[in-house]
């Protein structure tokens, strides 16, 4: 899967791409962020947060409930501030 | 209705945008914002990142959404990316339709939307100091005004 990150997400991960297999174990969008969190330094800090994080799956809004294959593409951003 | 889609880096012309959505039959009424970077508390520019793609898909969902309920002629929405300084256009939303009403309640829609669910993200310099501005909930609560009962 392709994991995407902007704005602040992306500055304290220091990464706006990578590219993952889908880990064992997670089959929702909360489960990829435990994964992530469980990283710890910079992901730590942007995953306990998930309050603070929109996400979309394949360029779509969606809840971290979504479900995930590994062919998704999976973007974590916070609240979209455009216009 | 082909509405017009543009997420650019450059400045964009107003009258020729209002000229293009007079240019269609029937047109009786062409409603438009433009939206300028606010000069405040010392604001010297401001950065715009997108989402490249899902910019342009939401867009597209929005404004399919718009022709469903109103009965439009022709939209155009510009969005700006990149850096930018206070006085500078950001956003233009323009809206064709025999009549008024349409007109105005579309482009208000469109705009509620653009800011509530496309993925733009705005980050401040005041001189040397960068933030992320926050997303209001006073804009949730413009676009919550739309869902339909």
């Not at chain 2, 047109?27 to 793609?53: I, Q, S």
């Amino acid at each position: 899967m392709t994991l995407l990150y902007f704005s602040w997400v992306r500055q304290k991960l220091g990464t706006s791409q990578e590219t993952l297999a889908l880990p064992a174990g997670v089959s929702t969008v909360a489960d990829l962020a435990d994964f992530l969190r469980a990283r710890g330094g910079g992901y730590e800090e942007v995953f306990s947060a998930p309050s603070r994080l929109r996400v979309a799956v394949n360029q779509d809004h969606v809840g971290f409930d979504a479900v995930l294959s590994d062919r998704d593409e999976v973007a974590f951003f916070p609240p979209v501030t455009g216009g | 209705m082909s509405p017009r889609i543009s997420i650019q880096h450059g400045d964009f012309d107003v009258a020729a945008e209002i000229e293009a959505l007079s240019r269609h039959a029937n047109t009786g009424a062409v409603a438009t914002f433009t939206g300028l970077v606010r000069p405040e508390d010392g604001l010297t520019a401001l950065t715009l990142e997108h989402y490249p793609n899902m910019t342009e898909r939401e867009i597209a969902r929005h404004l399919a959404e718009a022709e469903r309920r109103w009965p439009l002629l022709a939209a155009t929405i510009i969005h700006r990316v990149g850096r930018l300084t206070p006085g500078e256009r950001i956003v233009f939303v323009g809206v064709a339709s025999s009549h008024r009403a349409a007109s105005f309640e579309a482009c208000q829609f469109l705009m509620d939307y653009l800011k509530t669910r496309a993925p733009f993200w705005k980050e401040e310099e005041r001189g040397q100091a960068k933030s992320w501005v926050e997303a209001k909930a006073s804009d949730d609560s413009a676009a919550e005004r739309w869902r339909e009962k």
